[in-house]
């Protein structure tokens, strides 16, 4: 079995430490609050940008129907995977409490935020018992990427993670970090049956939550098995959870999971972006493959090494495969190589090595500081920022809250890609989905609808038919107004919301 860190070992009544140790983990500490209280104002201004439209929708549809709350993005009965057990929650608190769905997800901001920071915290704990670890890990988990910013829901970088933390790919992080803590020590100590069927039905919510960061979780946890090698007493205990955790997967009622397997294949052009500019998005996690080298050299089976060769096996089989969507593995190398760079600073060996550690990780924090310093902007906007910060800076969408006055709830809009990205977070419906349907049977005639009906010259009663046909009462276009269209508002850039006659 693998053993724990010397300094994690309980060993009696702890020496005190020497000041100047505690003094040099005030620093990281002192950082981990400055970008605490920098993501706290994020989290009140809520930037739009990505899927925050698509989790607002499905919120709408679960605050009006808990049993059967229908397709998220068009007026259909189909089921959705992204009825997760985190947005039913949501969507609970949004029906009891009569909040806008906007300030429920700013609570699911918070909500998940805490519970990554516990999870990284109680993780780092099971590798090392140094006062500065997890803030070093903290550290290193959002600054150690690259100098060409990278945007994706359960990817951790600062900028990232400003723009995605009310995801459920954040509360989904936060529950693998917490799993990985507790199958680390239920692996080191004899535990009961509750603690497994725990852990699997926790790995099941997990993957019901963010399918793509279970991926990532169920890789953390076959490292923490197989860096374990626990005897065969733990074996039937271990089967059984993952049993259980396959039930809940199975009886969850809102989508059928295990369908996703065969529902996929047009996720693959959408994620070959994920290996765009490579270098440039993730070499500051170089540092920590080389911290790896000398932890390999220890334990050829220590839980971080054997973390990151699953996940970069992962990852290589998905370039070279040509699917690109198994690149949102990619969490699963880098979380071991940066937790790995931070623990190199207080587990490396002789002080000397350390000290090394230490300059080499600050000189990377700050680069990677430096290449995230555009979050600012969500906090001061970007007109306040200064010109060399405003480079790296993501402007955030502009939300259709000016259409709310005259849409109703379940109203069907129609509208371009773009637009039914963002309109359903209001409550209305489009023709077509901004986002993948797995489940829509006419996602791609949907699709050949709204192309015909915006193309120019197309006849008059083909557009009445498309209209007739999807229920449509209202057009948002930024085109002059066709015939059986009456303009009612207008929008930021030259948008223009009609009213279909009846």
């Not at 169920?218 to 039937?236: H, S």
């Not at 229920?471 to 948008?495: F, K, M």
Request: aromatic share 12%.
């Amino acid at each position: 079995m693998h053993s724990a860190p010397p300094e994690a070992r309980p060993a009696g009544r702890a020496a005190p430490r020497p000041p100047v140790v505690a003094k040099r983990s005030v620093a990281p500490w002192a950082a981990v609050a400055l970008l605490g209280v920098l993501l706290l104002l994020v989290i009140v201004r809520l930037p739009w940008a990505g899927d925050l439209g698509m989790h607002a929708a499905t919120i709408q549809r679960l605050r009006h129907s808990l049993r059967h709350p229908g397709n998220p993005l068009v007026d259909v009965d189909t089921p959705s995977p992204y009825y997760s057990p985190w947005m039913l929650v949501l969507g609970c608190v949004a029906r009891v409490s009569g909040l806008s769905v906007f300030v429920v997800l700013r609570l699911a901001a918070l909500t998940g935020s805490v519970l990554l920071a516990t999870g990284v915290w109680r993780y780092v704990r099971t590798l090392s018992a140094h006062r500065a670890a997890p803030a070093l890990a903290a550290l290193s988990l959002v600054l150690l990427w690259g100098t060409v910013l990278i945007n994706w829901s359960g990817f951790l970088s600062l900028n990232s993670f400003a723009l995605t933390v009310s995801y459920p790919s954040v509360l989904a992080l936060g529950l693998a970090f917490h799993h990985w803590a507790w199958l680390s020590r239920a692996l080191r100590a004899p535990t009961g049956w509750g603690t497994w069927l725990g852990l699997g039905a926790l790995w099941a919510v997990i993957l019901l939550c963010h399918q793509f960061t279970g991926v990532v979780a169920t890789l953390g946890a076959l490292a923490a098995v197989l860096a374990a090698r626990p005897p065969r007493a733990q074996w039937p205990r271990l089967a059984a959870g993952a049993a259980l955790g396959l039930l809940v997967l199975w009886l969850w009622p809102y989508y059928d999971f295990f369908a996703l397997f065969s529902a996929g294949g047009d996720l693959e052009e959408v994620h070959r972006a994920l290996y765009d500019h490579f270098a440039g998005r993730y070499w500051l996690a170089l540092l920590g493959a080389a911290a790896l080298v000398p932890r390999w050299r220890r334990d050829h089976r220590d839980p971080l090494v054997v973390f990151f060769a699953l996940g970069a096996l992962v990852c290589a089989a998905g370039f070279v495969s040509g699917h690109y969507s198994w690149g949102r593995a990619l969490p699963a190398a880098l979380v071991p190589a940066q937790l790995a760079a931070a623990l190199a600073v207080v587990q490396g060996g002789p002080r000397a090595v350390r000290i090394r550690w230490a300059w080499a990780l600050a000189a990377a924090l700050a680069v990677g500081a430096w290449t995230q310093s555009g979050v600012l902007g969500y906090v001061v906007g970007r007109a306040r920022l200064p010109a060399a910060l405003s480079v790296n800076y993501t402007s955030p969408w502009a939300g259709y809250h000016w259409i709310t006055p005259y849409v109703r709830y379940g109203d069907v809009v129609m509208a371009r890609d773009f637009p039914s990205r963002l309109i359903p977070a209001y409550g209305a419906f489009t023709v077509v989905p901004g986002y993948p349907e797995f489940f829509l049977p006419d996602e791609a005639e949907r699709e050949h609808a709204v192309q015909r009906y915006y193309r120019r010259g197309t006849p008059r009663d083909v557009r009445g038919r498309i209209l007739r046909t999807y229920g449509v009462r209202w057009v948002v276009d930024s085109a002059a107004a066709a015939p059986g269209l009456r303009p009612v508002a207008r929008g930021p850039g030259g948008q223009v919301l009609y009213a279909v006659a009846p």
